[in-house]
């Protein structure tokens, strides 16, 4: 009678522990969805900033071939400027407006000067033709604030 008592009981404990790993492995499939999602969304965030920076590049080679002297030849150096589209057409501002609600989207031209030899150089004759953009995508997470950024120059080729 008491081996009995004994075995009836320990199905019990059989049961409660079961019933422990399985709500361990739940808890771990669930955190594992979440850091998948949460990575898939930090991944769809950081392509779609890596666009928004090409395409401020090409807008500005864009306004580069419709006119240097009217468009990016009298912008300030060190200023950050912003893009806006509105009405079809891309606009060069210093009013910052967020893309998609999200993304901050700037770019900052600097002035470029060139050695005897002609190389882009610290110091030198200044290049009245050609610029230095540094363009900078910033947007805000749970953890912090992510910024990407890329420099390319941009020359006046043809000389309008």
């Known amino acids: 009678m008491i081996y009995k008592r004994f075995n009836s009981g320990f199905g019990v404990v059989e049961i409660l522990v079961a019933a422990v790993i399985v709500s361990i492995v739940l808890v771990g499939l669930h955190s594992a969805a979440a850091q998948s999602l949460r990575l898939i969304q930090q991944s769809t965030q950081r392509t779609q900033a890596s666009f ?15 006119g240097w002297a009217a468009s990016l030849g009298t912008l300030s150096s060190g200023t950050n400027y912003y893009l ?29 000067n060139r050695d005897g030899a002609d190389d882009i150089a610290v110091s030198g004759s200044p290049d ?21 950024s890329v420099s390319t120059y941009i020359t006046d080729m043809f000389n309008n």
């Open 128 to 148: 009245a033709g050609t610029k230095k953009v540094t363009t900078t995508v910033s947007w805000n997470t749970p953890t912090g604030t992510i910024t990407q």
């Open 52 to 66: 928004l920076l090409e395409e401020t590049i090409e807008v500005l080679r864009s306004r580069r071939d419709a």
């Open 84 to 112: 806006e589209f509105s009405a079809g057409v891309w606009n060069i501002t210093t009013t910052n407006t967020l893309v998609d609600g999200l993304f901050e989207r700037k770019f900052v031209l600097e002035n470029v």
